[in-house]
């Protein structure tokens, strides 16, 4: 790993575009914790919920889902666009079909630089949120609350 960690990186990009997560922790049973324990302990389990709902956002934006989605569109309205001008003999409509379709090029366009800054910010918030998470996991730890590979998932059907 720390001659080629494109390969971590490679892998965990695979794991999210199959909706698989990174997350190989389950949460923590708050039954037998003592008090003061047990508030850290739901603070962690609700990080742990938070990261697996925004870990997606970690994934490269050029190579996401929401990228092939907004060109998948295009392409539609692209077809849509030369099946209105030739096909129905639309030529006389033809310079306001075309604004048309420069408008929704537009409007891709700021969508997906909308989506990107959203996926910059939510994966900065989760590096954050998952540093924090990592550092209560240690403090419980270090106060006998909990142990940190009772927590780690070793089951597909819990990982997934």
């Known amino acids: 790993m720390d001659k080629n960690p494109q390969i971590l990186e490679e892998y965990k990009q695979i794991n999210i575009e ?3 997560s990174n997350i190989h922790l389950r949460d923590i049973e708050l039954e037998n914790l003592d008090d003061n324990c047990k508030e850290k302990a739901e603070l962690i389990n609700n990080n742990l919920s938070y990261l697996r709902d925004i870990e997606k956002y970690t994934l490269d934006f050029e190579q996401s889902s929401t990228l092939v ?3 998948s569109v295009e392409f539609f309205v692209l077809f849509s666009v030369q099946y209105f001008i030739v096909l129905l003999d639309l030529k006389e409509w033809q310079i306001l079909i075309y604004s048309i379709f420069a408008s ?3 409007i891709a366009w700021w969508y997906a630089k909308k989506e990107q800054k959203k996926y910059a910010e939510n994966s900065l918030i989760f590096e954050q949120k998952y540093k924090e998470t990592l550092g209560m996991l240690d403090e419980l730890e270090r106060n006998k609350c909990i142990s940190k590979s009772d927590l780690i ?5 819990e990982h997934v």
Do not use: D, K, R
């Open 104 to 106: 929704s090029i537009a």
């Open 18 to 20: 199959y909706n698989l």
């Open 69 to 71: 989605i907004i060109f």
């Open 153 to 157: 998932i070793t089951e597909c059907e």
